[in-house]
């Protein structure tokens, strides 16, 4: 066992000293205003990244269905419905023909910031044509391709401003029809 300490050793050691007791304050305000800062950094990424994903979903959708579809009016179709999704409807709905290749490859000349005279991507004779085919024209895989470019480059329209705005859908109301007069 251990020797018992002489009186003249413990007589010079000290008792046990206790730490003192934590200060039971707040941190001070430096951390609190870079907890704050780090606390809204992390609040805006994550909504920056929900609002794109929504913004995207159905640019997503439309390029997930591309491949699957065999004819070129349904290719037409699934591009304008991709469009109706993010530019007015005013603007988009009601073209056709000459006009509605003329907004996909102006829109994406937009979007790659080219000059409007660029080469039509989207090849007049074939889109314009194969609704009036008595059989449906089936889809070339360079029509599949000007889709699915033009799906991947020319939407969302706006970029990153539209990530700040919040989403509004319009609700669709009917507009009273003005009479005209017939005198």
Known sequence: ?????????????QDILLPSQL???W?????WLLGSVIALLIITLVYLVLRYRQLTAAKREALSQVDAIEH????DQLLKQAALAYFPRSRVAGLHGQAWLDFLNKSLNQS????????????????????????????SP???????????????????????LPIVKPAITARPVKERRHD
């Open 1 to 13: 066992m251990s020797e018992p300490i002489s009186s003249a050793v413990g007589a010079q050691l």
């Open 23 to 25: 200060e039971q304050g």
């Open 27 to 31: 941190p001070a305000p430096g951390w």
């Open 72 to 75: 070129m009016a349904d290719l």
């Open 112 to 139: 790659l910031d080219q000059a409007a005279e660029q080469p039509s991507m989207f090849d007049a004779e074939q889109w314009l044509n194969q609704r009036y085919r008595p059989e449906p024209q089936l889809c």
């Open 142 to 164: 360079e029509q599949r391709a000007s889709a699915k470019r033009w799906l991947s480059k020319a939407l969302p329209p706006q970029g990153i401003r539209q990530l700040l």
